[in-house]
């Protein structure tokens, strides 16, 4: 459904407001069959309730979104200022398969060796807005890997790292 | 629900592993009768879908969740590294009513005059899940105030500033 009521400017306009909201990157993974690894770079990733612990990730239709409801799971990996390349790789249409071999099964899902955290997710809820599909991760399993490495970030279309603490 | 399966210590773990996702910072506001607005700070911020523009929100109880419900629209600021005065004010229980002469109604709906970007929403769509009621707002008005200020960031339960860009 597109709305015919907004204004044709709007699109645009909202992309560079939203643009001004930073998140940080992270890494969706997803294996059928311990054959392969998929992973596909997000920058919206949403904390959904603490008890139990859920995360909820926004997908299109495509490989990954595929993946993630056959398997009922996913992993989730928190990128640092130090894996731009990875965010980059894993944004790509044509992923270098030599990034595999950074992933690690820590329970039962792949996710990045060297990460600021990692999650290990069950797929409890599917839901559908528009061209985009939510899916809701109960997690199972996580951990903090780094926590003195400055995050990667996405702000105004740019990566960003080494923010300061502000007291 | 409680998840009696939850590993006692999974809730803390995850607690400390979803900081690590870095965030801006942002204030969801509203008015009812223009009487007063009532603000609330929030750090999770959902972009949907580019078309139609549409933002979540995840809300608990209380009265941001009645008024949104009621008037079914929402505004959402963005903050820049100058408001953390403000973020804590609309953090605290007993706000400060002196804020509210920092919003203007640019359309319909009150947002903070100085911000790095601003949303007007309607409610297209509340979904539930656990304690957590998530609010769907299609977007219509939104700008850019200011994008050479430096964002407000949450990043390991500290306000963090000043991200240099990695090129």
Redesign the interface.
Known sequence: M??LN?HPD??L??????S?????V?IVSNTLDDAQVYGMTIN?????????????I?LKEGVMLDQVLKTRQFGVS?LS?NQ?DVSNNYSRKEKDAAYEKHFIVREKIPTLQDC????ECEVV?V?Q????T?V?G??K????DN?AIS???F??S??????????
Chains 1, 2 share one sequence.
Not at 44 to 56: D, F, G
Not at 116 to 119: G, M, R, Y
Not at 129 to 132: K, N, P, Q, S
Not at 141 to 144: N, S
């Open positions: 597109t709305d907004v709007l699109s306009e909202f992309r560079s407001s939203v001004m909201f930073a998140t940080g992270a919206s990733l949403t904390s959904i309730c603490l008890t139990p612990p859920t995360l909820m926004s928190i200022k731009k600021l955290s990692w999650f809820k839901d807005y528009e061209d985009h939510l809701f109960e997690v399993a996580c951990g903090v926590s995050p990667l970030l702000f105004s740019n990566y960003h790292f080494d923010p300061r603490p502000l007291n």
